[in-house]
């Protein structure tokens, strides 16, 4: 493999390209109008323009970007996430293309991009799952029969969602027919598929998920978890690996529960098994995603290995070069996702130019990013401006090196996440580890934002006082004699 596409822009297209480089491998970017002067495009030894901003108009356009690749002579495609990575279709005509799509094959894409379909997958590997049903309901009086079995409160969810599209909370037996309407509505006008399914709501669960590699040779090994509760609007914002509350007993019985769901599609590649963790830490499958995922490099920082490097020998027919028992958790690693949001407003996004961007800089210190003093952020896309990680050899180690990196992070021009990032680094229930994907619910809010900013705005107020007091000080100009050469001008 000589020469790879990437099919994706910003702070993943980056971090592909870099690790592509480093085993001397040519890169060739794609790019929208409004990403001409992005990072990832200089960055490349090629860049061609996709075509309009808006996504639909540039990268969505499988074919354009397959046609693309065959004109450069390109040998292989990497999707990163979001965007293409998880289409069957576009994995089958790139396969088709005679290109190898750096990934799973459309099969596994296909079965595990369908949650219904996942869970017919793998319920013969005996891995636990939430109570619920196997198949589409659309039937209210069905529903409800399903609903009374299982108990209330229920989880109405589509089989073709994410992030948090279609998915409905029941509370009550009388919410249940408005609230299949609405799962199935949102379901329709987000993925084109209406098909819903129920399960048992799971009390202050954890989201704890587990990294897979798996070549073509049989060889599946899981690289440990990562610990992803803390979120907003059912999207991630902080992540950490390894997880705090796992018993070293559970981290290997979900270790071969993960392995045995990738085994289950003859998976090949890089993927993530996600489990819900109920408070007595019994974990229950939720579904696959067959990509890279945001938050992989909490896993390298743990493991020493690139995973991006693993995606491409695998795709290049090349057996693993470890083994399970080859691998081990070193160390703790933090990442703290900086959206280009507004903490202080509810999460609001935020648009403008970065007027000032200066990345933290430190031995235990990593900021994926695509953006660079000056550019304004686009519209169009994920808001996310950067993944901040840091490491650790405890996990207080780690949240120290975060809370220090967080407070020398310099944005100005926009709002981000920071302040809240730093929030969850100082709050009890994280630093305890006492905490579920409630998090936000619990203890998020503007005051509570300010109250944990305090005690850093008191010392930088009383450091300014210093300052002003020295400078005055210094500045004095002391009683002159009437016949000294110096005067007061």
């Known amino acids: 493999m000589n020469k790879i596409l990437v099919a994706n822009r910003g702070e993943i297209a980056l971090r592909v390209m870099k690790s592509a480089k480093k085993m001397g491998i040519k890169t060739v970017a794609v790019y929208s109008e409004a990403d001409r002067f992005a990072p990832h495009v200089r960055f490349a030894d090629e860049a061609v323009l996709l075509g309009p901003p808006p996504s639909n108009q540039s990268y969505l356009l499988a074919d354009k970007i397959i046609r693309i690749s065959k004109e450069l002579g390109v040998d292989g495609i990497h999707p990163g996430y979001g965007f293409l990575s998880e289409n069957a279709d576009f994995v089958e005509k790139v396969t088709q293309a005679g290109i190898t799509f750096i990934g799973p094959d459309p099969d596994s894409v296909r079965i595990m991009g369908s949650k219904l379909a996942a ?3 793998v319920k013969k590997f005996d891995i636990p799952m939430v109570p619920g049903t196997d198949k589409a309901i659309s039937d209210i009086e069905e529903a409800k029969e399903i609903a009374k079995g299982i108990g209330f409160p229920i989880l109405i969810k589509a089989s073709a969602g994410g992030g948090g599209k279609g998915m409905r909370v029941v509370q009550h037996a009388e919410e249940l027919e408005d609230q299949l309407n ?45 610990e992803c509760s803390i979120q907003r609007r059912h999207q991630k914002v902080v992540e950490e690996a390894p997880s705090s ?7 290997e019985a979900m270790g071969r529960s993960a392995v045995a769901v990738a085994q289950s599609v003859n998976y090949v590649g890089a ?60 160390g703790h690693a933090m990442e703290v996702r900086v959206y280009a949001e507004d903490s202080f407003d509810n999460f609001m996004p935020s648009t403008g130019k970065l007027e000032v961007y200066q990345r933290p800089v430190g031995e235990n210190i990593r900021v994926d990013d695509g953006f660079e003093e000056g550019m304004d952020i686009p519209v169009y896309y994920d ?21 220090h ?27 305890s580890g006492n905490f579920d994907t409630n998090f936000v619910k619990k203890y998020y809010s503007t005051e509570e934002i ?12 009383l450091l300014a006082l210093h300052l002003l007091e020295e400078n005055k000080r210094l500045l004095k100009v002391a009683d002159v004699d009437k016949n000294s050469e110096w005067k007061l001008r």
């Open 119 to 121: 869970k017919d997958a």
């Open 182 to 226: 609405r799962a199935v509505s949102e379901a329709v006008s987000s993925f084109g598929d209406g098909s819903v399914f129920i399960e048992k709501f799971v009390l202050n669960p954890r989201h704890i998920e587990i990294q897979v590699l798996a070549d073509k040779h049989g060889n599946t090994v899981h690289l440990f978890e990562r």
């Open 245 to 251: 509350v796992l018993t070293p007993e559970i981290r």
């Open 271 to 330: 993927g993530t098994v996600e489990f819900l963790v109920d408070e007595q830490l019994n974990y229950y499958f939720l579904e696959m995603n067959t990509r890279l995922q945001v938050e992989h490099p909490v896993t390298e920082m743990i493991t020493g290995l690139d995973l991006v490097e693993q995606q491409i020998r695998i795709a290049r027919g090349e057996k693993l070069s470890f083994q399970q028992e080859d691998l081990s958790i070193k």
């Open 383 to 403: 808001p996310m401006i950067a993944k901040l990680i840091t490491y650790g050899k405890t996990r207080e180690g780690s949240i120290q090196e975060m809370i």
């Open 405 to 431: 990196a967080i407070q020398n992070y310099k944005i100005k021009g926009i709002e981000t996440t920071l302040a809240f990032g730093l929030f969850v680094m100082k709050h009890e229930a994280f630093l």
């Open 450 to 461: 300010l109250e944990g900013l305090k005690p850093s705005a008191e010392v930088a107020s």
